[in-house]
């Protein structure tokens, strides 16, 4: 008796095992094409860092996926525009949660609406689009299956000094008070000053 029932529990281990799904099979993106005679993948292009100084630009980037089927240029310009959109958010952004501004005070204030204005309305002059990349890669869905996806990325650079430029200008209004117009040049100037180069450990190109 007691060896039949050790030979069903055997019996059961040996159907468990055989018969228990393995899980899903992730292997690693694997890079099957890139634009032109590319051999790497730049560091902008990554997505690590989508804002920082180039020398005396102001750099925002953007990072796009899509569908292995959709065409390359669609999936550049999405991202030329996002890029755009990005710049005036981060700048948005930075400049209202400055520590120097109170944005229940300032938000009334006509120097802070012209800026908030200005940024929201999209009207940066001088921003131009100065490198455009794009790969497709293999690699796992959710369920471990090959899929093919294009990634794309662009880079938009504008000077530093006329992008303050244009942010100072928008807050010089006749009307205001003083306080605040000050506190949001210095906010301008902190956001200008926070950019960095990209760090040497982000700056190493990548083969896949």
């Known amino acids: 008796m ?10 059961s281990m040996l159907m468990s095992c055989v018969t228990t799904p393995s899980g899903p099979e992730f292997r690693e993106s694997r890079v099957v094409e890139r634009i032109g005679k590319a051999k790497e993948t730049p560091s902008w292009a990554e997505g690590t860092v989508t804002m920082f100084e180039e020398g005396q630009d102001a750099i925002f980037t953007s990072v796009m996926t899509m569908s292995g089927d959709s065409r390359p240029e669609a999936c550049l310009k999405a991202a030329d525009l996002d890029s755009r ?3 005036l958010r981060h700048i948005k952004d930075t400049i209202t949660a400055s520590g120097q501004l109170n944005e229940v005070s300032a938000s009334s204030d006509p120097g802070y609406e012209s800026l908030i204005a ?13 490198e455009r990349y794009w790969e497709k890669a293999e690699e796992s ?17 504008v000077k530093k000094t006329e992008l303050q430029r244009q942010m100072r200008e928008a807050t010089e209004v006749k009307s205001g008070n003083a ?17 960095n180069p990209i760090k040497d450990q982000d700056a190493q190109p990548k083969s896949l």
């Open 141 to 157: 869905d959710s369920a471990g299956a090959r899929v093919l996806r294009l990634r794309c990325a662009v880079k938009v650079a």
């Open 179 to 195: 306080e605040i117009r000050k506190k949001l040049l210095q906010a301008q100037g902190e956001f200008i000053e926070s950019l």
């Open 85 to 87: 959109s990005m710049m």
């Open 2 to 11: 007691k060896a039949t029932i050790q030979t069903t529990l055997l019996a």
């Open 118 to 130: 200005f940024l929201s309305q999209g009207k940066i002059t001088g921003a131009k689009t100065t």
